[in-house]
């Protein structure tokens, strides 16, 4: 699903224009971000989690030259699927 299908889809479930739909998406993902940028946690009962992680340094191969590589370590944003949204992809809850 694209943003503007998400778009369209928050509008009909919410009677809001898609304007305004798009609208408390952007704001929905920017506070998201804000709260990751600061290492927060964002966690979304029956959904999921949004955290960050450290990745640590590694050892990587260049596909092109097949020589190896220093990969640095950095922080990287997860989701972390709640036990509703889980169980409902897996079919046992609907």
Same mark, same amino acid.
């Given at each position: 699903?694209?943003?503007?299908?998400?778009?369209?889809?928050?509008?009909?479930? #919410?009677?809001?224009?898609?304007?305004?739909?798009?609208?408390?998406?952007?704001? #929905?993902?920017?506070?998201?971000?804000?709260?990751?940028?600061?290492?927060?946690?964002?966690?979304?009962?029956?959904?999921?989690?949004?955290?960050?992680?450290?990745?640590?340094?590694? #050892?990587?191969?260049?596909?092109?030259?097949?020589?190896?590589?220093?990969?640095?370590?950095?922080?990287?944003?997860?989701?972390?699927?709640?036990?509703?949204?889980?169980?409902?992809?897996?079919?046992?809850?609907?």
């Amino acid at each position: 699903m694209k943003k503007i299908e998400l778009v369209r889809e928050i509008a009909k479930t #919410t009677n809001m224009t898609q304007t305004q739909a798009a609208q408390a998406l952007d704001a #929905t993902l920017n506070i998201i971000k804000k709260a990751l940028k600061k290492a927060d946690d964002v966690r979304l009962v029956g959904f999921g989690s949004f955290k960050v992680t450290n990745r640590k340094a590694r #050892t990587g191969i260049n596909p092109q030259t097949k020589k190896p590589i220093k990969i640095p370590a950095c922080k990287v944003a997860k989701f972390v699927p709640g036990k509703e949204l889980r169980e409902m992809i897996n079919n046992k809850k609907k």
